[in-house]
């Protein structure tokens, strides 16, 4: 298997603009996370889905921020407009459904200016 | 909320001696993990605790857990240079969730 796939893995923006995140999740998992590495605040959740549909988006940091899953093989994270404190590695994570262990893709690492 | 924290946060040590890092979590959790990363790279899953008592080992790393004391254990049996990377505790929340701690940053010297 791939593993799960992430892109695009480096992004540099102006802020203002709009970003969109990419993840393709290990075939067979149902349930899909995101999440953002800082080194301030660490690894926290942002969202996650099961079956497609999202659980829980309570760190969601505002609105500026949303994800969809419109299928079971992809996923988006999408930040407008984007401001230099978005500035981090989004992980991507996926898991089978009440499984308990998570894969996590390589990251793409963002950056606006 | 579940907090999740880990000792120490920074750790050098020289090749050939024995160290722990804790993992201290603070309500209660059926399951808990144990990652690790290198620099710039993603997180790769080292072991998975899923009861009382747990003990699980591959190479010189060994993890336990203490659901009682809401305690996990990495355990370093005779470092060596390749085992320099962070490691990270998670515990689970509800069905799915991860709660991750800081991270341990771990050096070891020749």
């Known amino acids: 298997d791939a593993g799960v796939i992430q892109s695009p893995r480096h992004e540099v923006t102006e802020m203002g603009q709009e970003v969109t995140l990419r993840c393709k999740p290990i075939s067979g998992h149902n349930s899909l996370f995101w999440y953002r590495q800082t080194m301030m605040r660490g690894l926290e959740l942002l969202i996650y889905?099961?079956?497609?549909?999202?659980?829980?988006d309570s760190g969601m940091p505002e609105d500026r921020f949303s994800a969809k899953m419109p299928n079971a093989s992809f996923s988006t994270l999408k930040i407008q407009p984007s401001e230099p404190r978005d500035s981090a590695v989004y992980f991507c994570a996926s898991s089978q459904n009440q499984g308990y262990e998570q894969y996590f893709g390589p990251g793409t690492r963002l950056t606006v200016t | 909320e579940l907090k999740v924290e880990q000792n120490p946060l920074f750790l050098s040590m020289q090749e050939g001696k024995n160290y722990t890092i804790y993992c201290n979590y603070s309500t209660t959790s059926d399951r808990l993990y144990w990652y690790r990363q290198d620099p710039g790279k993603s997180l790769e899953s080292l072991f998975v605790l899923l009861s009382n008592g747990a003990v699980k080992q591959e190479g010189r790393l060994m993890a336990s857990l203490d659901t009682k004391a809401r305690l996990s254990t990495l355990h370093i049996t005779a470092a060596v240079h390749d085992l320099s990377a962070t490691y990270f505790c998670?515990?689970?929340?509800?069905?799915?969730?991860?709660?991750f701690g800081q991270g341990t940053r771990l050096t070891i010297n020749p």
């Open positions: 998670a515990v689970g929340q509800g069905a799915q969730k991860l709660v």
């Open positions: 889905f099961n079956n497609n549909v999202p659980i829980d």
